[in-house]
């Protein structure tokens, strides 16, 4: 399941690219791109697992870039 959603507050282009390699190592994740320069984040998961992996993203988002928020 293919989704883009949009972000809130990213603050630079290489936390960006940090989330996108964080992101993508997370089991269920097909693919993940980031876009700084649009604030959005396109992601395709596994649609069985979707609910327990964004989570997950969300959880590893916060981490990178405490400030950042993802529109779901």
């Known amino acids: 399941m293919k ?3 949009k972000l809130e507050d990213l603050d630079c282009a290489n936390c960006a690219a940090k989330m996108e390699r964080a992101i993508a190592k997370i089991e269920g994740v097909n693919s993940v791109v980031i876009s700084f ?3 959005k984040m396109t992601i395709d998961v596994d649609e069985e697992k979707f ?7 969300v959880k590893t988002c916060k ?4 400030d950042c928020r993802i529109i779901l």
């Open 3 to 5: 989704k883009v959603f």
């Open 37 to 39: 320069m649009s604030q």
């Open 51 to 57: 609910n327990d992996v964004m989570k997950q993203v």
């Open 63 to 66: 981490k990178i870039e405490p």
